[in-house]
């Protein structure tokens, strides 16, 4: 199973584009920070992920306003077939009450 879900917020978003397809897609960074448990230890996590929407939702994020925070659920994949870095792909997102 590929599933990620995690709170972060956008600080970066690219301009809508389009595919040849005519498929609507964003490019973005999502930066995350929270508290975790590892071994009965505290421990502050931060990192800083890029992420990409396609279809429905990339109209949605490019709607979201930078700085809120979002629950993001999506999976990871390679950027392109010959690389080794992972990127993001955003399914769905929420608003974090």
Known sequence: MNH???????A???VIRYTP????VVTAKLQHQS????AGIKRLVEFEITAFAA???SGRLNQAGLG???K???FMARRNRNSK?????????ESVV
């Open 4 to 10: 990620f879900q995690f709170v972060a917020s956008i």
């Open 12 to 14: 970066e978003r690219d």
């Open 21 to 24: 397809a005519g498929i609507p």
């Open 35 to 38: 508290e975790q448990t590892e």
């Open 55 to 57: 279809g429905e939702i």
């Open 68 to 70: 809120e925070m979002l």
């Open 72 to 74: 993001f659920s999506g």
């Open 85 to 93: 870095s992972l990127v993001f792909h955003i399914v769905d997102f």
